[in-house]
């Protein structure tokens, strides 16, 4: 399950699938202010019911990879949705134009969602680690 919801955001960026959906929900739902990107609504719906099929999973982890994990589904979340409710405030207050504050939004924007992957991503090297003592890749080299 969870491959398959990576594998659909892997997705949504390259194809810019949410930023296609805001403007049919903006329109539909007469959005403004921090709902002004309204894909935020059906993607925040869908985050909020993963979260609640991932929590017996997550809450059978250790302690120390539960939090980390925790902490990353967090930064990642805060930065997707958070900030960008945030940014189409203030780009819908600038009557639809970009500026510095909307550039320095977005960069941290994109930096809590990166910190947030790398922190996931190490959290379950941990959990590999703990769970089947680690693994090994061996590269070797074939001759011609």
Not at 84 to 95: A, D, N, T
Request: aromatic fraction near 14%.
């Amino acid at each position: 399950m969870f491959t398959v919801i990576f594998l659909f955001l892997a997705c949504d960026e390259f194809c810019e699938i949410h930023e296609n959906l805001s403007e049919p929900f903006h329109i539909l739902l007469n959005t403004s202010g921090i709902l002004y990107y309204a894909w935020v609504i059906p993607y925040g719906l869908a985050a909020f019911i993963i979260l609640l099929f991932a929590f017996p999973l997550w809450w059978k982890m250790p302690s120390k990879i539960k939090i980390n994990i925790a902490l990353a589904a967090f930064l990642f979340l805060m930065g997707a949705v958070g900030l960008e409710m945030l940014g189409g405030q203030r780009y819908e207050m600038l009557g639809d134009q970009l500026d510095l504050g909307c550039g320095i939004l977005a960069t941290i924007e994109e930096s809590l969602e990166m910190f947030g992957l790398v922190l996931l991503i190490y959290s379950l090297f941990a959990l590999i680690e703990e769970e089947y003592e680690g693994i090994v890749i061996r590269i070797t080299r074939k001759e011609l």
